[in-house]
Structure formats: structure tokens, C-alpha cells
């Protein structure tokens, strides 16, 4: 205080410059170390004499000094004194910040050309020690306005801004479905706040899983945020509903369980069952099972609450079944010719499809197969299905027809090679007809034997004309037939012959126009010759010229129409 009383002095009395810079605020963390810069954290200027750090005029006491080259030394005499210390470019250090050293501090550097006074303002901040939500409700009844509970922002500086959320969205207040009260305590000793914030919330259905928060920010700006807490929403039951529980449809033999579920909370948990006319009263459940059911149980069931009959429902059950009777249902027999009558008959719970097989292959018409004159190729197994929806019902019989054996073919040609004869016999009949020859052929190939029929090649060189015959026999009967098979001998010798006869009729042809020509050319050359005389005879009379000249005439004539006849 003499030092600065001597400055003052001294400025009165030489005119030393004084100046005083503007304040500069400084945020520091409760509890923490804080730099209270002297020159704005330059260094001091060279000239300057010491440093000396002071509470604002308001308050006395000196806090620390620094002459230039010699360490700092602490002047306080309260508290400060083992809190402050000194850096080198005047910045002085204060520890274990409390809400006190909320003040206004004051760095003096006197220097050869005057005095400077830098005023730094010091703001500590604390962030709350706790965020916690108590006093929370039990449950939660729909439609009345409720206290969710308190959240507690602990021992802050400022006081915290407490936000309220559901499922992470802001609530804000409204005053009728949201109500939220907020309050802030300070502590008597430590100057620290809490703020209380009180949330009051109407309740809907669709709050059964909300979630509730609070929360504030922290000195950086982050978010702190409480546990979550849920409640069970309590409300009276509006309506009923009746469900089945098996799945599936339902089938002669199954068990069927009935649930009764009403949208109250807590549920209920005594309901009335009305099945098939009977009241069945269910205490602590809201389920009702029928066993081993059947198609009478198909109908309507209904469900109420037993202190509230007025709230029921209701629900329609169809027991599916489907039983199929097919007659005749096992192998029958019979013969080729009769008639069969094949009855199917279905009982079921709805419309259902058929659908036929012959030995494992689609018939093209769903309708019962009818038989009005059996062939063999009628025999084989018939496989009925009738469905409806999942269910699935088979039925079979198995169809035989018999009869004696019957040849329906026998045919011969000429192999391949034209050295051996092929015969062929085919028949039909039930059971298989055995096929034999009268003759020791060689066995070629046999048929398999499909819808009764069955055929047989054998090759035979037959060395002469010779009558064959095919047998065929079964239990009931044997048929005969024969055909005639020419010796393959004998048809080569014909056809030599005939190529024979045919040469020596050309020879003849040929022999019979050499001959008609030869007579051409002698008619000719007796013509010349009579030609010839008669000319010299002209020259003696003109008469004999004349008539001579029609004469010859007449024999060109002749010999033309002679050579014509030749040449054909």
C-alpha cells in the first residue's frame, strides 16, 4: 500500500503516464488452476521496473509482486497466500478455484515511463456432481395428469437448464398434458446450485413402452442425460377380442384352445366361455381348450368378461373332414366283354377336387372311370385323390381282365436279305398267351406284353411249299390259324424261268423282221428287173409304152405298200 502511495506520488509530482486497460474476462473450472494473464500473456516491456498483482479497489490487500530479475513473492496474508504464484511475463496462477475468487483481480507494471493496470474479471463454472430422476411413480393411470417423477441437476455454477424427454424427444411444457415445475437451491457454504425440475405427464395407451429421460449440458456443450425409466400404464378394459390359437385348419381330432383377450391393463383374468351353449366360467386364464374335437364342434363360440358380461365376442369355427368310400376298393376280376360299375363317394365339409390315375398316368377326365364293354387293355390299377384345401384322401382298386387267347394277326413277308421268310403272330388275352409254331424256326423276338396283347417273329428257310401254324393258349382256351409259306427254293427256280421264256420271245421278234425285210429287198430287186425289160421293150411300139407305163404304176404300188407291211 506504500508502494503504490509512493507511484502515485511520483506521478503527481514528475508526471509519469498512467494508463488502465479494459477488463478482460477469465472462465476457470471449479476446483482447477487458473492463468490470469497480466498483459494479455505477452511479455512485459523492457523498461518495466516490478509487477504487482492486487484485489480490485473495492477490496484491500496486496497478492503478489515481482521485481525485474528477482523471483516473485507473495504479499498476501488470507487465504490466497498458498493459492497465488507469478510466471515470468506476470501471469499469476490461482489454485483450487472457488466461487469467492469470482472478482475482479488487478495487474500493476510500473515501468520507467509510467504506470499500467490490466483488470482481469475471473468466472469459475461448475458442472453438476450428479444428474439423477427420483421420487418416480409407481405406475401410471391413462388419462389422469401424474407426477413422473424429479430430476436433480447437483452442485452447478450457473445453475443447470434441466430437459425433459420421451423415447429421445423433447417435452415441453403445455400445462395440461405436460406440466413441468422447475426450482433452484443454493448452498449456504459453497455458493453451488441444484436445480430441481418436476415432470407431470398425462398418460395414453401408446405409453405402455415409453421411455423417459432428463438431462442438461455441460460446460462444453455436451448432453448428460439420466437413466431411463418406463412405467406400466394402467387402463380400463374397452374392448374383447376371441382368437383361435392352432394353426392351420382344424381337423376331426384336434385340440382347439380359445383365447379371450381384452386391451385392458392389467389384464383381466376371469372370462366366461360359452361353448355350444354351456357357460364355462375360467378363473386366473384366458384360455379355454377343447380336446380331441369333431365336425359337430364346427359353430359359433363367444367370450365375455365375468365382472363385465356386456364386453364379449365372438368367433366362427369350421372343423374341416373328408371321407371318400370307393367301391370296389380291392383287386376285381373280370371277362373280356363285361360291364364294371365303379362307385365313389365323398362326405365332406366343403368342395372338393378328384382326380384319376391308371397305373401312375393322368386320366384326361377327372369323372369315375365306367366300363361298359371290357377290353384287356382296361385292365391296370386305378388310383383315385380327392382333396380338399390340406387334406387328402386315396383310394385304388385294382382292375383284371381275362379271357382265351385270340390271334388278332399272322402275317409272313420276305427278310431283309431275301434268303429267309418271316412269320409273325400276335394275340391277345388274359392271363399271357403262350405262342408256339409248327414249324422249328429260329426265334427272332417277343413283344412285351402291355394291355393283353403279345406278338411273336420267328424266320424260317423253307426248303419246299409248306402250311404253317400258330398256336396260342392260355388256361381257358387254345386258337389255331395257318398260312401258306411257297419254298424259297422254288421262287428262285421261277423267277430263272421267267427270265428265260422272256429272252427267247425277244429272239423271235427279232427273227420275224429280218425276215420281213429280206422279203422287201427281193420284191425290190424283181421289180428292177421287170422294170428294166419292160423299157427296152417300149422303144419297138409306143403302145406297149403307154399301157407299160400305167402297168408300172401300179407295182410301185404294190411294192411300196409290201415294204410298209415289212418294216412293221
Given at each position: 500500500?506504500?508502494?503504490?502511495?509512493?507511484?502515485a506520488v511520483?506521478?503527481?509530482l514528475?508526471?509519469?503516464?498512467?494508463?488502465v486497460s479494459?477488463?478482460?474476462?477469465?472462465i476457470?473450472t471449479?476446483?482447477?488452476t487458473?492463468?490470469l494473464p497480466?498483459n494479455n500473456?505477452?511479455?512485459?516491456?523492457?523498461?518495466?521496473?516490478?509487477?504487482?498483482?492486487?484485489?480490485n479497489?473495492?477490496?484491500?490487500?496486496?497478492?503478489?509482486?515481482?521485481l525485474k530479475g528477482?523471483?516473485?513473492e507473495?504479499?498476501?496474508?488470507d487465504g490466497y497466500?498458498?493459492?497465488v504464484?507469478m510466471?515470468?511475463?506476470?501471469s499469476?496462477?490461482?489454485e483450487a478455484?472457488?466461487?469467492e475468487?469470482?472478482?475482479v483481480f488487478?495487474?500493476?507494471?510500473?515501468?520507467?515511463?509510467?504506470?499500467?493496470?490490466?483488470?482481469?474479471?475471473?468466472?469459475?463454472?461448475?458442472?453438476?456432481?450428479?444428474?439423477?430422476?427420483?421420487?418416480q411413480?409407481?405406475?401410471l393411470?391413462?388419462?389422469?395428469?401424474?407426477?413422473i417423477g424429479q430430476c436433480?441437476?447437483i452442485?452447478?455454477?450457473?445453475a443447470?437448464?434441466?430437459t425433459?424427454?420421451?423415447?429421445?424427444?423433447?417435452?415441453?411444457h403445455?400445462?395440461?398434458?405436460?406440466?413441468?415445475d422447475?426450482?433452484v437451491?443454493v448452498?449456504?457454504?459453497t455458493?453451488?446450485?441444484?436445480?430441481?425440475?418436476?415432470?407431470?405427464?398425462s398418460a395414453?395407451?401408446?405409453?405402455?413402452?415409453?421411455?423417459?429421460?432428463?438431462?442438461?449440458?455441460?460446460?462444453?456443450?455436451?448432453?448428460?442425460?439420466s437413466?431411463?425409466?418406463?412405467?406400466?400404464?394402467t387402463?380400463?378394459?374397452?374392448?374383447?377380442?376371441?382368437?383361435?390359437?392352432?394353426?392351420g385348419?382344424l381337423?376331426?381330432?384336434?385340440?382347439v384352445?380359445?383365447?379371450?383377450?381384452?386391451?385392458?391393463?392389467?389384464?383381466?383374468?376371469t372370462?366366461?366361455?360359452?361353448?355350444?351353449g354351456e357357460v364355462?366360467?375360467?378363473?386366473?386364464s384366458?384360455?379355454?381348450t377343447m380336446?380331441?374335437?369333431?365336425r359337430d364342434?364346427?359353430?359359433?363360440?363367444?367370450?365375455?368378461?365375468a365382472e363385465?358380461?356386456?364386453?364379449?365376442?365372438?368367433?366362427?369355427?369350421?372343423?374341416s373332414?373328408?371321407?371318400?368310400?370307393?367301391?370296389?376298393?380291392?383287386?376285381?376280376?373280370?371277362?373280356?366283354?363285361?360291364?364294371?360299375?365303379?362307385?365313389?363317394?365323398?362326405?365332406?365339409?366343403?368342395?372338393h377336387?378328384?382326380?384319376?390315375t391308371?397305373?401312375?398316368g393322368?386320366?384326361k377326365?377327372?369323372q369315375?372311370?365306367t366300363?361298359k364293354?371290357l377290353?384287356?387293355?382296361d385292365a391296370?390299377?386305378?388310383?383315385?385323390?380327392?382333396?380338399?384345401?390340406p387334406?387328402r384322401?386315396?383310394?385304388?382298386?385294382?382292375?383284371?381282365?381275362?379271357g382265351?387267347?385270340?390271334?388278332?394277326l399272322?402275317?409272313k413277308r420276305?427278310?431283309?436279305?431275301g434268303?429267309h421268310?418271316?412269320?409273325?403272330c400276335?394275340?391277345?388275352g388274359?392271363?399271357?398267351?403262350?405262342?408256339t409254331?409248327?414249324?422249328?424256326?429260329t426265334?427272332l423276338?417277343?413283344t412285351p406284353?402291355?394291355n393283353?396283347?403279345v406278338s411273336?417273329?420267328i424266320?424260317?428257310?423253307?426248303s419246299?411249299?409248306?402250311?404253317?401254324?400258330?398256336?396260342?393258349?392260355?388256361q381257358f382256351?387254345?386258337?389255331?390259324?395257318?398260312?401258306?409259306?411257297?419254298?424259297?427254293?422254288?421262287?428262285v427256280?421261277?423267277?430263272?424261268q421267267d427270265?428265260?421264256d422272256?429272252?427267247?420271245?425277244?429272239?423271235?421278234?427279232i427273227?420275224i423282221v429280218a425276215g420281213?425285210?429280206?422279203?422287201g429287198?427281193?420284191?425290190?430287186?424283181?421289180?428292177w428287173i421287170?422294170?428294166k425289160?419292160?423299157?427296152?421293150?417300149?422303144w419297138k411300139?409306143?403302145?406297149l409304152?403307154?399301157?407299160s407305163?400305167?402297168?408300172?404304176?401300179?407295182?410301185?404300188?404294190k411294192v411300196?405298200?409290201?415294204?410298209?407291211?415289212?418294216?412293221?
Amino acid at each position: 500500500m506504500h508502494l503504490l502511495s509512493a507511484g502515485a506520488v511520483a506521478v503527481l509530482l514528475f508526471g509519469i503516464v498512467y494508463q488502465v486497460s479494459s477488463t478482460v474476462t477469465v472462465i476457470g473450472t471449479y476446483g482447477e488452476t487458473l492463468e490470469l494473464p497480466c498483459n494479455n500473456g505477452s511479455p512485459p516491456p523492457d523498461d518495466v521496473m516490478f509487477i504487482q498483482w492486487k484485489l480490485n479497489p473495492s477490496e484491500s490487500g496486496m497478492m503478489i509482486k515481482k521485481l525485474k530479475g528477482k523471483p516473485f513473492e507473495v504479499l498476501a496474508k488470507d487465504g490466497y497466500s498458498s493459492r497465488v504464484s507469478m510466471m515470468d511475463n506476470g501471469s499469476m496462477f490461482l489454485e483450487a478455484l472457488t466461487l469467492e475468487d469470482q472478482k475482479v483481480f488487478i495487474c500493476m507494471l510500473v515501468t520507467l515511463q509510467g504506470l499500467l493496470e490490466r483488470h482481469v474479471k475471473v468466472v469459475v463454472h461448475k458442472d453438476p456432481t450428479n444428474l439423477e430422476l427420483l421420487e418416480q411413480a409407481a405406475e401410471l393411470e391413462i388419462g389422469k395428469l401424474a407426477k413422473i417423477g424429479q430430476c436433480n441437476a447437483i452442485d452447478a455454477n450457473p445453475a443447470a437448464n434441466i430437459t425433459w424427454f420421451k423415447n429421445n424427444k423433447t417435452l415441453s411444457h403445455d400445462g395440461e398434458g405436460i406440466v413441468i415445475d422447475d426450482s433452484v437451491q443454493v448452498h449456504a457454504v459453497t455458493g453451488l446450485s441444484t436445480t430441481s425440475s418436476t415432470l407431470r405427464y398425462s398418460a395414453g395407451k401408446g405409453d405402455a413402452d415409453a421411455s423417459f429421460t432428463c438431462g442438461t449440458l455441460d460446460l462444453a456443450g455436451q448432453p448428460r442425460v439420466s437413466l431411463p425409466v418406463t412405467f406400466t400404464i394402467t387402463y380400463p378394459t374397452e374392448n374383447v377380442s376371441l382368437k383361435v390359437l392352432s394353426e392351420g385348419v382344424l381337423l376331426e381330432g384336434d385340440n382347439v384352445t380359445l383365447r379371450c383377450v381384452a386391451d385392458g391393463n392389467p389384464a383381466p383374468t376371469t372370462f366366461n366361455f360359452f361353448i355350444k351353449g354351456e357357460v364355462k366360467n375360467v378363473v386366473d386364464s384366458d384360455s379355454y381348450t377343447m380336446t380331441n374335437i369333431n365336425r359337430d364342434a364346427t359353430g359359433e363360440y363367444k367370450c365375455s368378461l365375468a365382472e363385465k358380461p356386456s364386453l364379449e365376442a365372438s368367433i366362427n369355427l369350421t372343423v374341416s373332414y373328408l371321407n371318400v368310400d370307393l367301391s370296389p376298393s380291392e383287386e376285381v376280376v373280370k371277362k373280356a366283354g363285361d360291364t364294371l360299375v365303379v362307385a365313389l363317394k365323398v362326405d365332406s365339409s366343403g368342395d372338393h377336387k378328384v382326380s384319376w390315375t391308371k397305373d401312375n398316368g393322368l386320366l384326361k377326365a377327372d369323372q369315375v372311370p365306367t366300363f361298359k364293354n371290357l377290353t384287356y387293355s382296361d385292365a391296370g390299377v386305378y388310383e383315385g385323390q380327392v382333396t380338399l384345401g390340406p387334406l387328402r384322401r386315396v383310394v385304388s382298386f385294382q382292375l383284371v381282365v381275362e379271357g382265351a387267347p385270340v390271334i388278332t394277326l399272322l402275317t409272313k413277308r420276305l427278310g431283309e436279305d431275301g434268303r429267309h421268310k418271316v412269320l409273325t403272330c400276335e394275340a391277345e388275352g388274359y392271363p399271357k398267351p403262350t405262342i408256339t409254331w409248327s414249324v422249328n424256326g429260329t426265334w427272332l423276338e417277343e413283344t412285351p406284353y402291355i394291355n393283353g396283347k403279345v406278338s411273336q417273329k420267328i424266320t424260317v428257310v423253307p426248303s419246299a411249299n409248306l402250311t404253317v401254324y400258330c398256336t396260342v393258349s392260355n388256361q381257358f382256351s387254345q386258337q389255331m390259324q395257318s398260312i401258306n409259306v411257297s419254298s424259297l427254293f422254288e421262287e428262285v427256280r421261277m423267277d430263272k424261268q421267267d427270265q428265260s421264256d422272256n429272252g427267247d420271245q425277244t429272239k423271235l421278234a427279232i427273227g420275224i423282221v429280218a425276215g420281213l425285210l429280206l422279203v422287201g429287198v427281193i420284191v425290190g430287186l424283181a421289180y428292177w428287173i421287170y422294170m428294166k425289160r419292160s423299157k427296152q421293150g417300149s422303144w419297138k411300139t409306143g403302145e406297149l409304152e403307154n399301157g407299160s407305163s400305167e402297168e408300172e404304176k401300179k407295182l410301185e404300188e404294190k411294192v411300196e405298200e409290201n415294204s410298209q407291211k415289212a418294216e412293221m
